[in-house]
């Protein structure tokens, strides 16, 4: 199914690193964090079993849940759905520059390399609306980062990224645009559409079991990034977006919310949004 693939695809990632925000340190820890934040995390498990009086088989039905998770490969979903963008808060405290928001995880590595402007891979068809994303990348001080690049991946005009779901060709609708001597670029795609979480695997089951919206408002991925400079992750969301207030994975902010406007060029819609990069 599309949601095993997923799963599976981005369980590999995560195990070699490839999904973590590559601006962050590695995940080293020594015993005192390890205490204090696993203890912390471990209390407040136990206050929910105390709190809420979890039965026997409520205790067996979490470890058949927590191994289902695994087996279907469904980690690197179930966390950066559900935590991640605790993890980015955090992380934003201590950032300048463009706001962003969680990496998720469909990320891929090593996709098409183009020049600005740059028309995304896509099939020659390729439904959906015909978008326009351009802009420009500076430092903190307003100078034009000549060097920038933008990684994009999103969504088809169904909701299926490539490389995990079978319905989707490699490499469809991702790349790695260079920016201009002005820092400038313009990409030519097709608008996403709202997405919803596997509903098949337990990360599904658990959110669709509890009443919560299993869907992700439509979003596009960013990492946009110049040497010397941190890498700001983000996505970029589409006003009037029927999801933009109950994203699943809590990751919109109003800042990053576009409102595409006409081009006159048949039903192609256009959007401006410039990036700020703080030095390293
Ligand atoms: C997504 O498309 C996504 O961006 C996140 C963060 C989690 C699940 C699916
Ligand atoms: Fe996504």
Redesign the pocket.
Known sequence: SGAGLAGANATESARLGLSSRRTAAGGGADADRVAAVVGAALEGIRAAIRDHKVTYSEFDAFKRWLIEVSDTGEWP?FL??YLEFEVERVAAESQQGSTGT?L???WLDGQVRLQSPATLPMREDEPGTPLVLAGRVTGTDGTPLPGATVDIWHTDDEGWYSGFAEKSPAGNLRGVVACDEQGRFEIHTRRPAP?T?PLDGPTGKLTTTAGWSPW?PA?L?LLVSAPGHRTVTTQLFFTGDPYLDSDV?S?TKPELVLDPQPTGDGDEVRSDHDFVLEPE
């Open positions: 979903l950066d759905v969680i998720g995880p469909f997405y979480i992700r979003h991925h994975a990751a």
